[in-house]
């Protein structure tokens, strides 16, 4: 492909898994650019495997995974969740994570503030760094225990 049609997400022989047994089998996929692709299949066929391998929530076992943005590839293999979200890909599970209310770049959003505002007030009570820049909750009960924690240590803190 020439550089405006450039894939801008590909797996090569992506293998991945829990505990000993394999999931994926050398997985190879391709986005291109402006498409709208679905993973589609049964229950335990390894939908939820592949995108957390590619979201960097379960380590791949082998092969690789690129990201291409504004022209620059990135090697995003195994890197962890914080870093392919500062590159701008995210990962939204199908679990109780949203708030059906909301659009989805409010929830986007609301998540984006939790975020940054629990990281502030962690490194302001000058917590350890690990702490601090731990990664951001991924599911509604994670960040509604995440902001209540927020709200102790802030006022704690104040």
């Given at each position: 492909?020439?550089?405006?049609?450039?894939?801008?997400?590909?797996?090569?022989?992506?293998?991945?898994?829990?505990?000993?047994?394999?999931?994926?089998?050398?997985?190879?996929?391709?986005?291109?650019?402006?498409?709208?692709?679905?993973?589609?299949?049964?229950?335990?066929?390894?939908?939820?495997?592949?995108?957390?391998?590619?979201?960097?929530?379960?380590?791949?076992?082998?092969?690789?995974?690129?990201?291409?943005?504004?022209?620059?590839?990135?090697?995003?293999?195994?890197?962890?969740?914080?870093?392919?979200?500062?590159?701008?890909?995210?990962?939204?599970?199908?679990?109780?994570?949203?708030?059906?209310?909301?659009?989805?770049?409010?929830?986007?959003?609301?998540?984006?503030?939790?975020?940054?505002?629990?990281?502030?007030?962690?490194?302001?009570?000058?917590?350890?760094?690990?702490?601090?820049?731990s990664s951001c909750?991924s599911t509604r009960?994670?960040?509604?225990?995440?902001?209540?924690?927020?709200?102790?240590?802030?006022?704690?803190?104040?």
């Amino acid at each position: 492909m020439t550089d405006n049609g450039a894939p801008i997400l590909e797996t090569a022989d992506l293998v991945a898994g829990y505990g000993e047994v394999n999931i994926l089998h050398r997985v190879s996929i391709t986005v291109p650019p402006n498409a709208f692709v679905s993973v589609i299949g049964p229950n335990g066929a390894g939908k939820s495997t592949l995108l957390k391998a590619i979201y960097g929530l379960l380590t791949p076992r082998g092969g690789s995974v690129t990201f291409r943005r504004n022209g620059s590839m990135h090697d995003i293999t195994g890197k962890p969740p914080h870093r392919l979200t500062d590159l701008g890909l995210n990962y939204v599970p199908q679990v109780d994570n949203v708030f059906p209310n909301l659009t989805i770049g409010e929830n986007l959003e609301k998540r984006r503030r939790a975020c940054a505002s629990s990281t502030r007030l962690l490194s302001r009570a000058s917590l350890s760094s690990t702490l601090a820049s731990s990664s951001c909750p991924s599911t509604r009960s994670e960040m509604n225990s995440r902001e209540s924690d927020v709200r102790s240590l802030s006022q704690a803190v104040q």
